[in-house]
């Protein structure tokens, strides 16, 4: 993966994944923030939480990258240190259970040991509200299409036209179906894009005369993206949360006060035959 982003079209879709991570990630906050896999991009450049860690389940030192300059609406006058790398196996964190505010994966799924069990892994370590950012190679477009057709003729024998225009490592996952494996972890997704319609050419300058084609792209044919971007939260049913608690039952009528009256009954019923007598003597 990292050799393939050196190409002209790595470079085309770094810079789309690139601005698209900037921009989502500004804006979340807490204190621990992770990536997982592509060290060649720096997702949380443009995230300011004081502890970030950017993980990878291989030693190779990553080959260096021109990556896009920040917007300036996104920097600020104290950016956070370099994050800290880490070297893990993405289905088994070094982190204990809700401690991890961000979690970033610019296809980190596609490139996993075991998909499903990393994405479990992501929604164990994040805290409830937290928030995960997801990249991936769409298969319904033009550039999955192409990777198709590569395998196909790799599997008849053709070696020389069965040349992969992705990455051969890893299987790419649908915009649909990861949207079902977050809604079963219990992740509700919030935003969801496509991006890079251009065809899939390995020149860059025919790369460029098809530029016409990402202006149009996201308003006639949105879901052929070769690319998709993905935010989801985590969402814990049945959680509370801290504060004045509101007492709504109502208080029930208070009964009657009953006064004892100390005078005899015989005494209280004598009284109006008195009064009687008397008015017939006046």
């Known amino acids: 993966m990292g050799a393939w982003l050196h190409t002209a079209p790595g470079r085309y879709m770094l810079a789309w ?15 621990h923030a992770l990536q997982l896999g592509l060290p060649e991009l720096d997702g949380l450049r443009a995230n300011r939480m004081p502890h970030r860690w950017v993980a990878s389940d291989s030693m ?13 609406d996104l920097l600020t006058t104290q950016q956070p240190h370099q994050p800290i790398a880490l070297h893990c196996e993405f289905d088994a964190l070094p982190f204990p259970d809700a401690s991890i505010d961000l979690v970033v994966l610019p296809h980190a799924l596609e ?5 499903h069990h990393t994405l479990r892994e992501v929604e164990r370590v994040l805290v409830p509200e937290g928030r995960v950012v997801i990249a991936g190679f769409n298969p319904a477009s033009l550039w999955g299409l192409r990777q198709r057709a590569g395998r196909v003729r790799q599997g008849l024998g053709v070696h020389r036209q069965g040349r992969l225009f992705l990455p051969s490592a890893g299987e ?31 020149n860059e300058q025919w790369l460029e005369r ?3 084609m990402d202006r149009l792209g996201d308003n006639w044919w949105p879901v052929l993206g070769s690319v998709y971007f993905l935010q989801a939260v985590k969402r814990v049913r049945g ?8 007492n709504d039952k109502r208080k029930s ?17 004598a009284e109006p035959a008195a009064e009687a007598t008397t008015e017939m003597e006046i």
């Open 60 to 72: 190779r030192v990553p080959e260096s990258l021109v990556l896009p300059p920040l917007d300036d």
């Open 210 to 212: 098809f530029a016409w």
């Open 17 to 31: 994944e690139q601005a698209r991570l900037d921009h989502a990630v500004t804006d979340a906050f807490g204190f």
């Open 239 to 246: 959680m509370r949360l801290v504060g004045l608690v509101r």
């Open 172 to 202: 790419s996952i649908g915009y649909w179906r990861l949207r079902d494996w977050l809604r079963l972890l219990g992740f509700e997704v919030e935003a969801g894009r496509f991006g890079c319609w251009r065809p899939p050419l390995r």
């Open 111 to 115: 490139l996993a040991r075991d998909p």
């Open 253 to 269: 009528a208070a009964a009657p006060a009953v006064v004892a009256n100390r005078r005899p009954v015989a005494q209280r019923r």
